[in-house]
């Protein structure tokens, strides 16, 4: 069974920086693209960014683009994603997910989705 576990949200101050992670289980990780979501209060979830199965291709909503970056380790399975220069707009509950396909997927069309982990950026 696949397990997504995403931590290292929290509070942070405009302009600060925030890393958060996302263990998977349950899968060979490596074969497949990965990617971050966010989900405001009251709005519907978006994409925020996408890596590929190899890490060499990866693709940035355009409100993160510069931003915020998104790397995988294999060895650990695990993906990250560095958020830098943060805004108030940027906060929301950040969910993970495991693609079926290797490279990036741009929808919502993910087989499997972590909980979440808030994101909380004060002005």
């Known amino acids: 069974q696949v397990q997504l576990v995403e931590s290292g949200g929290g509070l942070v101050q405009a302009g600060g920086s925030l890393r958060l992670s996302c263990a998977a289980s349950?899968?060979?990780?490596?074969?497949?693209?990965m990617g971050w979501f966010r989900q405001a209060s009251g709005k519907e979830r978006e994409f925020v960014t996408a890596i590929s199965w190899s890490g060499s291709n990866t693709y940035y909503a355009d409100s993160v683009k510069g931003r915020f970056t998104i790397s995988r380790d294999d060895a650990k399975n695990v993906v990250y994603l560095q958020m830098n220069s943060v805004k108030p707009e940027d906060t929301a509950v950040y969910y993970c997910?495991?693609?079926?396909?290797?490279?990036?997927?741009?929808?919502?069309?993910?087989?499997?989705w972590g909980q979440g982990t808030q994101v909380t950026v004060s002005s």
């Open positions: 997910a495991l693609s079926r396909y290797r490279q990036v997927v741009l929808s919502l069309d993910y087989d499997y």
């Open positions: 349950g899968r060979t990780f490596s074969t497949y693209a």
